[in-house]
């Protein structure tokens, strides 16, 4: 069974701080990882990871993956009160063909205080 | 932006009802998805579908049904609703952002409380 597991679960922080979130998983058939950021609504698309290495940047967030070590981690610099959200780590996975599915993590919430 | 629309936003309804909820995509992704979102558990795929009349569960497929019948639409059916199924629901689909990159877009949910 695929897993993905982020921590912490939680954290607050001061604006200005910077902050990293983890995410490990275990999975069949590794295609991507993503990262999303969800506050009142929808979760919207951060990241997407396929190789190992090469940093992602947009803005003051980043992220990076280890696919030897089934980790990745989201960087948020210079945090500011817009960033609270709840961050999700999402690994894909190919069923069969094309198909693919998402595993999610259950979420690291962020509260930014000012 | 993928053009999905989710419908109703908001629903209540009584155990043992059927709740059918609708994504519609104007778009012409090929795959689309259904989660629902629970505290605690994070977003859980319900069933998935990668075609019309193409369709498979998730990990929480148990007491859902969905339909694809045709390319727009993709609708998730719960049979006899318990008050376990209360919960947001997201459909989402996947798509080509740029060259050798993609990703999942999400629609904006369905609140069902069942009482």
């Known amino acids: 069974e695929d897993k993905v597991v982020q921590s912490p679960l939680s954290l607050v922080v001061h604006e200005g701080d910077t902050v990293t979130l983890n995410c490990s998983y275990e999975v069949t058939n590794f295609r991507s990882l993503l990262w999303y950021k969800q506050e009142k609504k929808a979760p919207t698309f951060l990241f997407m990871l396929t190789s190992s290495g090469i940093e992602k940047k947009s803005g003051r967030l980043s992220s990076i993956l280890d696919k030897k070590e089934l980790f990745s981690i989201l960087n948020i610099t210079a945090t500011q009160t817009g960033d609270s959200a709840i961050y999700l780590c999402?690994?894909?996975?190919?069923?069969?063909?094309?198909?693919?599915?998402?595993?999610f993590g259950k979420g690291i919430t962020l509260s930014v205080r000012p | 932006d993928a053009g999905i629309t989710q419908s109703p936003r908001h629903k209540v309804t009584e155990t043992g009802t059927p709740v059918t909820l609708r994504c519609h995509q104007t778009e012409n992704h090929r795959y689309m998805y259904w989660y629902r979102q629970d505290p605690g558990h994070g977003l859980r795929l319900i069933h998935y579908?990668?075609?019309?009349?193409?369709?498979d569960k998730g990990e929480v497929s148990d007491g859902y049904s969905v339909s694809r019948s045709k390319t727009e639409d993709f609708l998730l059916t719960l049979e006899s609703a318990t008050s376990s199924q209360t919960s947001v629901y997201f459909c989402a689909i996947s798509e080509i952002r740029r060259q050798g990159d993609y990703g999942y877009t999400f629609g904006s949910g369905t609140r069902l409380t069942v009482v």
């Open positions: 579908s990668y075609g019309v009349k193409d369709t």
């Open positions: 999402a690994v894909e996975a190919l069923i069969t063909g094309a198909n693919s599915k998402l595993t």
